[in-house]
């Protein structure tokens, strides 16, 4: 995130606080993990789990190559873009200072 800040565009322009809290804290090693798993129009925030059932993050993009998979999936073109969920979760106590949510989904 930091390599794309860009406080001309939008779309890659960081908030200030934001900006100064990724510089100066310890977030996790990724925000964003890629996977091949079927992605389509209205999966975004759909939980991505392991082989153990454990939530390890949230679909929130796919690529335009699979868009095709809405009638036939190819092999290899599908690709989900995901949010790692430590990543989450050290946003909402970090950033958001979500304390109570945190403690509701008893993660503290």
Same mark, same amino acid.
């Given at each position: 995130? %930091?390599?794309?800040? =860009?406080?001309? @565009? ?5 908030? =200030? ?5 990724? !510089? ?7 925000? /964003? +993990? %890629? ?5 389509? $129009?209205?999966?975004? $925030?759909? @939980? ?8 390890? $993050?949230?679909? +929130? =993009?796919?690529? *335009?190559?699979? %868009? ?8 290899? &073109? ?5 949010? /790692? ?6 946003? %909402? !106590?970090? &950033?958001? *200072?979500? =304390?109570?949510?945190? !403690? ?5």
């Amino acid at each position: 995130m %930091l390599e794309k800040h =860009d406080p001309t @565009q939008y779309d890659f322009c960081l908030k =200030d606080d934001w900006k100064q809290l990724l !510089e100066t804290a310890n977030p996790p090693a990724g925000a /964003d +993990f %890629l996977t091949d798993n079927d992605i389509t $129009g209205g999966n975004s $925030g759909s @939980q991505v789990m392991n082989a153990k059932g454990q939530l390890v $993050g949230l679909a +929130f =993009d796919g690529n *335009k190559e699979s %868009l095709a998979s809405d009638v036939w999936y190819t092999p290899g &073109y599908n690709k989900c873009v995901c949010v /790692d969920i430590r990543f989450v979760l050290w946003t %909402l !106590e970090q &950033y958001a *200072k979500m =304390d109570r949510i945190l !403690e509701e989904i008893n993660i503290r």
